[in-house]
């Protein structure tokens, strides 16, 4: 069985049936089905890499990374995702056997189930998954979860308005705004938008600008589409932003970028309109502060509980000393019961020393120190 | 003097000379075993990964051929012992050590312990807690660790007599043929309800998870498969009842021999307040008992034959226990401790003398 093409209907719902998931109990279907074609799932969502393609060929001078686009094939299992939204995508690191996850947005138009997708991904220093990801050859099979995320085009096709729309984004933040201007063309009538929208991008260089074709495609033709690429030095100005969109507080606007851009925006956003902007940041890990200093916040499902200075404690006994009753057991890092997700910030392990910066990580809090800023899902 | 009574002499006297260390010597040793881990955990990678897939792809192979040779009545033989074989390996070798958190390193949700649970009627929630929490961290420690005789047996001398206990050679074969409803049930703590210090009130919550899993255990196991089989259903269904019950020998005397050979030390919750790390080493080491084999039999029980390297380490991917247990048995020597370990053989008389000499009230002194 040599394909690793989707699964036909008939199949997928014999494989989704009751009585499978019966028989296969307590492992599941998928667990049997991945040992003969990981394109074969009932209910995980995996995809093949079909190809990859650098988007800044020239761009390598210092600071710049390579980006490449991703077209992957997922399995019948994949719901379709709506422009704008992320997906988890998990690679099995050679070398480590670690399986390391990262969410990238899906750069692709609006997709339908089993249809392919691309994701746009930039090579950062010490982004493993990325640099493996733009580095992957064809056939390469990765882990997906279904798209998340509400940084959408909140109306749906079959209650078009003609409002203005404005997208502001910098570097990568432009993918999923990428993702929402080609839904639009595509969806549009005759290759129209079908109402004006204004697309305000900033780039470290013209080098590093990815899809420069394709914008100065868009920016040519008769579409409705504004597009307007700044590059360089040249920050975002509320002044510039006003020249270009005089109404801007009162115009839906996504705005996608590194922290510096964003909060510009914001600001720009601030004491009036702030209902019409949507936002989202792009975290990348950051490196350890020092042992005791930062804030520790323990979280549940998006709300804080509570949060305090870093004592230099576990965080099991930082969250006992604010009054949180997290499970726990051994308290010496053989049981797991104890075991949690931290979300963001630097750990070390009191056992190994060993410390750790990795986003959306499973940690023992019995013996887990935070080391700086740290953020932990109870 | 019966050849009988001179080894129970011995035995005392065995249990008597259970070495005691200072608390330097203990730190040290402690330190010794912190190194191996320390080690190991850094060495963690491909080859463990590639071990257990290969040993789940193994495990999925006997499984599948099990439930098909059902559908010919000859290979019927063939067939109980391929799904035997299926479920050995899958609670020991994979069910246990995943859901031990030994393979958590890998970021596989299949191979993770909060997400795995087992081909067995014990719901892998409860387990983990009774297991991976009450006995790893309270080992041999009267009082505390339930795994001591599982509130049914009477195995430690400082276990109070009962004529109750009259029946242990019984409970044990009964425990041995139905061991895997004993698991589903030792997080109920019966024998604490009996005594009036738990109330059906507090095992509520419990009743509704294991019901659960008993109920699709059930299903695939004594309904659906057999039903696939059309007419052959009762063979099917007998043979998949004999599978289970294997499996339920094999994890049984392999279980016992990790704890209950003569020799194993228990402690009181005295010896163990405030202990360090290093007297917990200690403990692991004088509460568990080994099986010497060859690479089959090691696979086959998990690697729970190495029961000593598994309560030292008990996080850490099986397949390392082999490599370690030379180095850990060489320690030992140099601290002058116990390192019990002997043939399948050895061990099983071993726990089944004590099995029934507890059966027995205590001779009192003098006699």
């Known amino acids: 069985m040599s394909t690793t093409a989707p699964l036909p209907a008939l199949g997928r719902r014999i494989l989704r049936s009751r009585v499978l998931a019966a028989l296969t109990t307590p492992h599941g279907v998928d667990r049997y089905l991945e040992m003969v074609n990981p394109m074969w799932a009932a209910e995980e969502v995996r995809a093949r890499v079909v190809s990859v393609t650098r988007e800044n060929p020239l761009a390598d001078g210092p600071g710049s990374a390579a980006v490449a686009t991703i077209t992957l094939q997922p399995t019948s299992t994949w719901r379709g995702h709506r422009a704008g939204q992320y997906v988890q995508v998990g690679v099995d690191l050679p070398g480590s056997a670690k399986r390391m996850t990262r969410c990238f947005t899906v750069s692709s138009a609006a997709s339908v189930p089993g249809e392919q997708i691309t994701l746009t991904v930039r090579a950062h220093d010490e ?85 420069a ?74 490196p350890a502060a020092g042992s005791t200093e930062g804030d520790v916040a323990f979280t549940r499902s998006g709300t804080t509980l509570a949060e305090a200075a870093n004592t230099g404690a576990t965080l099991l006994e930082q969250a006992e000393a604010l009054g949180l009753k997290p499970e726990f057991g051994c308290r010496m890092g053989i049981c797991f019961s104890c075991t949690t997700r931290k979300t963001e910030g630097t750990v070390r392990n009191v056992l190994t020393g060993v410390t750790s910066s990795l986003p959306g990580e499973d940690i023992q809090i019995c013996v887990t120190a935070p080391e700086g800023d740290c953020a932990v899902e109870l | ?119 067995n009627v014990c719901p892998g929630e409860q387990w983990k807690y009774s297991h991976n929490y009450i006995h790893h961290t309270f080992t041999n420690v009267l009082g ?43 997080d109920l703590e019966v024998e604490n309800i009996v005594k009036g210090t738990r109330t059906l009130e507090d095992n509520k919550a419990l009743h509704a998870g294991i019901m659960r899993k008993v109920k699709r255990q059930a299903i695939k196991d004594y309904l659906l498969f057999p039903a696939l089989t059309g007419p052959l259903f009762p063979l099917t269904l007998v043979g998949n009842a004999t599978a289970n019950l294997v499996r339920n020998i094999w994890a049984f005397n ?11 030390a228990t402690f009181s919750e005295e010896e163990c307040e405030n202990e360090s790390r290093g007297h917990w080493y200690y403990r692991q080491l004088l509460g568990s008992a ?38 850990v048995q060489e320690i030992c020597e140099r601290y002058g401790l116990q390192y019990n370990t002997g043939p399948l053989g050895k061990q099983l008389f071993s726990v089944a003398r004590k099995i029934c000499k507890m059966a027995l009230p205590p001779k009192t002194a003098g006699a």
């Not at chain 1, 056939?139 to 979860?145: E, M, P, R």
């Not at chain 2, 049914?152 to 276990?159: F, K, T, V």
């Open chain 2, 254 to 264: 392999i279980i016992f021999c990790g704890h209950f050979p003569a020799g194993v």
């Open chain 1, 127 to 211: 982004g493993q998954v990325s640099k493996h990801l733009v580095a992957a050859e064809p056939g390469l099979i990765v882990h997906l979860s279904q798209a998340q995320g509400d940084f959408t085009l909140d109306e749906s096709p079959a209650t078009p308005t003609n409002n203005h729309l404005l997208f502001i984004t910098g570097g990568s933040g432009i993918t999923p705004a990428m993702s929402i201007v080609r839904t639009l063309l595509r969806d549009g009538y005759d290759g129209r938008a079908g109402r004006k929208v204004t697309f305000l991008h900033y780039a470290r260089s013209a080098e590093d600008q990815i899809f």
């Open chain 1, 213 to 286: 074709a394709e914008l100065a495609e868009i920016a040519a033709a008769d579409n409705d589409v504004t597009v307007h690429l700044r590059h360089g030095d040249h920050v975002f100005s509320e002044f510039e932003l006003r020249r270009l969109v005089p109404g801007y507080r009162d115009t839906d606007t996504w705005a996608c970028g590194p922290a510096g851009l964003m909060e510009l925006v914001v600001a720009a956003y601030d004491g009036g309109g702030e209902h019409r902007l949507r936002t989202e940041f792009f975290k990348a890990p950051r």
């Open chain 2, 144 to 186: 505390k660790d339930r795994d001591i005789g599982y509130g049914i047996l009477r195995m430690d001398e400082d276990q109070p007599w009962h004529p109750y206990y009259l029946g242990n050679p019984l409970y044990a074969f009964l425990l041995m043929v139905f061991f895997e409803w004993g698991v589903a049930m030792h």
């Open chain 2, 1 to 119: 003097m019966s050849a009988a009574h001179i080894e129970d002499v011995l035995e005392t006297l065995d249990v008597e000379t259970t070495k005691k260390l200072t608390a330097e010597q203990l730190d040290a040793f402690g330190a010794e075993m912190d190194a191996i881990r320390q080690r190991i955990l850094s060495d963690l990678g491909e080859e463990d990964a590639a071990y257990i897939r290969r040993v789940v792809k193994l495990q999925r192979g006997f499984e599948v051929a099990g439930r098909a040779l059902f559908y010919l009545p000859p290979a019927w033989p063939l067939a109980v012992a391929s799904l035997s074989v299926s479920k050995i390996l899958e609670n020991m070798e994979i069910g246990h050590n995943v859901m031990h958190g030994q393979y958590d390193w890998m970021g596989d949700p299949g191979l993770n312990s909060r997400m795995y649970d087992w081909d």
């Open chain 2, 290 to 327: 080994n099986i010497t084999g060859g690479k089959l039999f090691h696979l086959m029980t998990g690697n729970l034959s190495h029961q000593i390297e598994h309560h030292l380490f008990p996080d850490l991917p099986a397949r390392r226990y082999p490599q370690v247990a030379e180095e």
